[in-house]
């Protein structure tokens, strides 16, 4: 039987709930599908710093490269200063584990409330690679002069050739893999190229012309299209059915994924994946909003972000059957069972909607 080791990291505020509902499908999974899974908990986050003063230890990013996959809840906590967590846990075991990719379906689900008039699931459905390791996440800049009237703050978006050609493959790859003509709700397979050309004359340049070059060398078949960020945000309200695949680096990605996810009804159903490609590589799945403090330990928060995280994962991991049935799952629930994806207004509790998911899955 196909065994995989899965680290999993509940995190902060309402991330451990999420992960229980997540792990509570995939065990249902794995009876179903005859898989296994060994899980392993660390308990990094906002209360473990609290305590001993430490974020993601290198001893810990070491253990991680031994395991199949990451299981992440959420990273963030109320009484740690912004950026700490962030940097020391969530970025670093991105950056360390090398998960260039940054892999968010939009993707809305039938039954779930959308903010954009006259749109529906067959508009809504699409995918951002989000390149995720450099731009002005590199830390790259500083201060000088700190403190006085002249002080000035510099932080670079820094790309260089080989991050920018090696998430625009992943991302022709998934073009021809999954567009719409491979899923067979479009004409055509379209990878579109969100930037800021008109201003970042030299970050988006580099990424345009790699972009274009590999583009015409080796996926003449995939449509080519451009964007720049802001008339993206645009579009992405008015006419959301343009899209199929869109690529763009780690800052642009970061937010236009925000307002994605609103679109798709809400944080509580937005999934992702930090995904390592290469051979070997280990890849950590996180649903995209945060710790939500405010609904912490009150059973209100919807786990479909975590579970759709975990059914990513387990495509990854190549257990396809088992994901299908997931996201067919998920698609019940939200369109026969669930009244809100919003928290406390679920009409089930958080493992109410758990066990919704398990049930079907098994079944
Ligand atoms: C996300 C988050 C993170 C990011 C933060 C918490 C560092 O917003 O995963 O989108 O900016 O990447
Ligand atoms: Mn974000």
Redesign the pocket.
């Known amino acids: 039987m196909k065994t995989y080791d899965i680290a999993v990291m509940g995190g902060d505020g309402t991330g451990p709930e999420v992960t229980v509902e997540a792990i509570k499908v995939m065990k249902a999974a794995e009876a179903k599908f005859g898989f296994k899974t060994n899980l392993t908990d660390f308990d990094f986050g906002g209360e473990r710093y609290k305590k001993t003063g430490e974020t993601l230890p290198d001893s810990a990013v070491e253990e991680f490269r031994k395991f199949d996959a990451i299981l992440l809840g959420a990273?963030?906590h109320p009484d740690v200063a912004p950026g700490i967590l962030?940097?020391g846990i969530?970025?670093k075991a991105?950056f360390e584990l090398d998960q260039y990719i940054?892999l968010r379906p939009v993707k809305l689900f039938p039954g779930v409330e959308c903010p954009l008039k006259g749109k529906g699931p067959a508009d809504i459905d699409y995918v951002v690679v989000r390149e995720?390791t450099g731009d002005a996440?590199t830390g790259t800049g500083g201060f000088t002069l700190k403190g006085t009237p002249h002080e000035v703050a510099v932080q670079s978006s820094v790309y260089n050739r080989f991050q920018v050609d090696r998430c625009l493959k992943y991302a022709f790859d998934y073009a021809q893999k999954k567009g719409k003509k491979a899923r067979g709700i479009g004409k055509e397979n379209t990878l579109a190229l969100c930037g800021k050309t008109n201003v970042l004359t030299y970050i988006y340049d580099l990424w345009e012309r790699g972009f274009n070059e590999m583009g015409e060398k080796d996926y003449a078949d995939i449509r080519r299209d451009y964007y720049h960020v802001d008339a993206t945000c645009m579009w992405m309200v008015k006419n959301p059915e343009w899209f199929d695949v869109i690529v763009t680096g780690?800052m642009f990605g970061?937010i236009i994924?925000?307002l994605a996810a609103m679109t798709q009804g809400g944080m509580g159903i937005a999934a992702?994946g930090n995904i390592n490609p290469d051979p070997g590589g280990v890849s950590m799945f996180?649903p995209?909003g945060?710790s939500a403090p405010k609904y912490t330990g009150q059973g209100v928060i919807n786990p479909l972000a975590a579970i759709c995280s975990m059914q990513m994962m387990l495509e990854t991991l190549g257990e396809d059957e088992a994901a299908a049935k997931i996201e067919e799952a998920v698609k019940w629930a939200t369109g026969e069972k669930m009244e809100s994806m919003q928290a406390g207004r679920m009409g089930y509790d958080t493992s109410g909607v758990g066990d919704l998911i398990a049930t079907k899955v098994a079944d």
Do not use: F, V
Request: cysteine-free.
């Open positions: 990273i963030g962030e940097k969530l970025l991105r940054n995720n996440y780690n970061d994924t925000d992702g996180e995209i945060g």
